[in-house]
């Protein structure tokens, strides 16, 4: 089961991944990401990575468990 997780040592909410990932990410009321915690589907896997690599601080992964 694929999630995004993100590294809250590294995430300084630019809010850029929540406009990449809108199934996946909102904002809070000071711009940082909240995860839905949805599974990212097989299909979705290319989008999805694309998406974390856009993070300006490497801050989202891929997790599978
Ligand atoms: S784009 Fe990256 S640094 Fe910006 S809010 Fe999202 S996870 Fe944090």
Redesign the pocket.
């Known amino acids: 089961m694929n999630k995004v997780e993100?590294d809250w040592t590294?995430?300084?909410?630019?809010?850029?991944?929540?406009g990449l990932m809108p199934d996946d990410?909102v904002?809070d009321e000071w711009?940082?990401?909240v995860l839905r915690g949805r599974e990212i589907t097989t299909g979705e896997l290319p989008d999805a990575r694309r998406a974390i690599l856009?993070?300006?601080?490497l801050?989202?992964r891929l997790t599978s468990r």
């Open positions: 993100i590294r995430c300084d909410g630019h809010g850029l991944c929540a990410i904002l711009g940082f990401p856009a993070c300006p601080a801050a989202l």
